[in-house]
Each structure stands twice: as structure tokens, then as C-alpha cells.
């Protein structure tokens, strides 16, 4: 993801995908989603620090323990690269919701599709495969 990325918008997928996969309202998401791109420094990836910043915003917690951010990081840092982006932070609520698998897969698989067409390509799945 690129600087230009950081700064876009929410894609209806990743609304639809958080509405589903949390008790968050669409309006609470949108926040979350601004705290997000504004705790990164551009590049639309959050570090460790970045990534504490950011629970401390969204968990309204300025004393939120900072083991406690370093553990939720390593669940959402997917691909292990040291850095959290907004879609493995969607991909890892869609794991921990209690949605069926149905509507996992369908969430999960938009996320993948990265080209919005409706496949998985070879290529897209091997992007995936990597980060994991």
C-alpha cells in the first residue's frame, strides 16, 4: 500500500465486512477507520508505536497497557512483516466474529480480491499466501 492509499476512503466491502463481523455501528467503524489512517505516518501500515496510539484513540484509554496493544498487534500483524494494515485489521475481525462461515468466506474473499472483479487470481492468491 502506498501513501495514496492511506488516505482513501472505506471501501464498502470493508464498511460491510466490519458491520457484520463487530457490534460497531457504521458510524463507530468510520471513526476507527479515521483514527487509523491519521495514527499512521503516511505509508498506511501501522508500527507498534503507531498501533498503540491508535488502541489508545479508539479504546479511549490513555493508560491502555502497553503488553497488552504488543499482543492485539502480533494477532493483526497477519503476514508477520512488523506492520498492521487496515485490511488485516478487517480480515482478523472477520476471523473472531461469531458470523457463520458463509458469511466469513464471502467477507474474507472480498477482502482478497483486491482487484474488485469478482475472481481470485493466481496472482491475488499468491499475495494473500505470502502474507501468510
Known sequence: MNKEDSKRELTDQE???LKASSYMTEEEIRG???HFVNSDDGD???TKDEFHNFAKKVFK???IDRAKTDEIFSTFDTNNDGMVTFREFILVAIAISND???VMLTHAFHMLDT???GFLTLDEFKDFMKKI
Do not use: T
Open 15 to 17: 464498511l460491510d465486512a
Open 100 to 102: 457463520d462461515l458463509n
Open 32 to 34: 476507527c477507520y479515521e
Open 44 to 46: 498506511g501500515k501501522l
Open 115 to 117: 482487484s474488485g472483479d
Open 61 to 63: 484509554n490513555k493508560n
